[in-house]
Structure formats: structure tokens, C-alpha cells
């Protein structure tokens, strides 16, 4: 079974600043992906970024990157340039490689950006 | 740019009857998910479909719960006799074949 965890229940950040949101994971695949999503008080649930277990390097998307350490099964986000905008809840989630494969989603982190 | 809508964005219902939440995939996608998040909690998968059958479905999803794509675009989640803990936010999720998958909006469920 596949499992991910965010220990962190919230955080907050002054804006401008950086700050980086945890999350670990277990899976028995080999090959797999990992994602962040981000769901504002609306609710929606909005792509933030996806990286590929098979390669090696770190996704980025704008201010958004991730430091992805396979062998210690962990996947934290860092969010650069704090927005106030960037205030949700951030789920980390897990997908095996097969087709239609399920997510497998933590239990979330609260994120409150300052101004 | 594409987008998964679903239909409607809140839906109260009594207790015991029957819903249908709709769900309009994007059009080239094959692979088509319901999620669902009790407020205050993750999201938890309830069901994928492809090829117009259930692929795979989770412990939530009982006798219950039904799945269907009707036309080609529309695809639906039918609770036959709702219970309060079913209330919840629904989402539905569409898919390419190694691609990420898309949300909906979601459908916020009220059972009273």
C-alpha cells in the first residue's frame, strides 16, 4: 500500500520570504510520480507541480521547486517570493506510473502567507 | 485551456435520496477518477474508471455508489440513499496516459 505524509499540520511565512513544506512517502513501485496541489478556500484543487521519479532532477515551475530525495523517500516544495495568493492548503500526493492509477494524498498543510 | 467541469458547484439533500453529481471530463482524456474530502480532512479516492468500467474502487465505495458515462462526455456518481456522513466535498479528476490529472471544482454534497 502506498502511503504519504505531511507532519506538518500548518505553517505561516511573512511575504517575499521562502519557505518550504515537507512531505515523505512510501510506495513498493519503482517507478511513480509526485505532486503538489494546492487548494485555496474555494476549494478547488490546483496543480502546483509534478515530478517524475525516474529523473533525477528537481522540477521547478516559476517560484515553486521541489528537492525530491528517492532514497529517503522525501519530496518537499519550496515556495520562493511569498505571495499572499500562495495562502491554501498544499497536499503533497503520490501516483504510480501504471495507467489509471489513483492518488494517494497526506493529510495537508495550511499555509498562511503575512503580509 | 481545457477544463473539468462539474455539475452542481452545491447540492443539499435529505437524507435518504438519491443524488447524481455530474462531471464533463476534458475530451481527450481516458482515465476518469471521483475523490472525495470531508471537510477539514485529506482526499480520499473513491473510484477509477476506463474504458467504461471500473478500474478500481476503495472501501468507501459500496453497494451505494454507482459510476456511469452515458454519452461519451458526461460522467456521473450516484449515491442511492444518502447518509449524513456522506457529506462532503466531490471531486471529479480526468486523465492522458502519463499525464497529471485535472480537478473539477468539486461538488460541495449537504446531507441533512
Not at chain 1, 517575499?16 to 474555494?42: G, R
Not at chain 1, 515551475?61 to 516544495?77: D, M
Not at chain 2, 485551456?1 to 458547484?9: G, I, L, M, N, Y
Request: with cysteine; charged share 20%.
Amino acid at each position: 500500500a502506498q502511503t504519504v505524509t505531511q507532519s506538518q499540520p500548518e505553517m505561516s511565512v511573512q511575504e517575499a520570504e521562502t519557505v518550504t513544506l515537507s512531505c515523505t512517502y512510501d510506495t513498493s513501485e519503482s517507478n511513480y510520480y509526485l505532486f503538489w496541489y494546492k487548494q485555496p478556500p474555494s476549494r478547488q484543487m490546483i496543480l502546483v507541480i509534478r515530478q517524475e521519479a525516474y529523473k533525477q532532477q528537481n522540477a521547478t515551475e516559476n517560484r515553486f521547486s521541489v528537492n525530491f530525495q528517492k532514497a529517503a523517500k522525501s519530496f518537499s516544495l519550496k515556495i520562493s517570493d511569498s505571495q499572499l495568493g500562495d495562502t491554501a492548503m498544499y497536499f503533497c500526493a503520490l501516483q504510480s506510473s501504471g495507467a489509471n492509477s489513483k492518488l494517494t494524498f497526506g493529510k495537508g498543510i495550511t499555509l498562511s502567507v503575512r503580509p | 485551456e481545457p477544463e473539468v467541469t462539474q455539475t452542481p458547484s452545491h447540492q443539499v439533500t435529505q437524507m435518504g435520496q438519491e443524488v447524481i453529481l455530474r462531471c464533463v471530463p476534458i475530451s481527450n482524456h481516458l482515465y476518469f477518477y471521483w475523490y472525495r474530502q470531508i471537510l477539514g480532512q485529506k482526499v480520499e479516492f473513491l473510484v477509477s474508471f476506463y474504458n467504461n468500467e471500473i478500474s478500481e474502487k476503495s472501501e468507501i465505495f459500496d453497494d451505494q455508489f454507482s459510476v456511469e458515462r452515458p454519452d461519451g462526455s458526461n460522467f456521473t456518481l450516484k449515491i442511492r440513499s444518502t447518509k449524513l456522513e456522506d457529506s462532503a466535498m466531490y471531486f471529479c479528476a480526468s486523465q492522458q496516459y502519463r499525464s497529471e490529472a485535472f480537478f473539477g471544482q468539486g461538488t460541495r454534497l449537504t446531507v441533512v
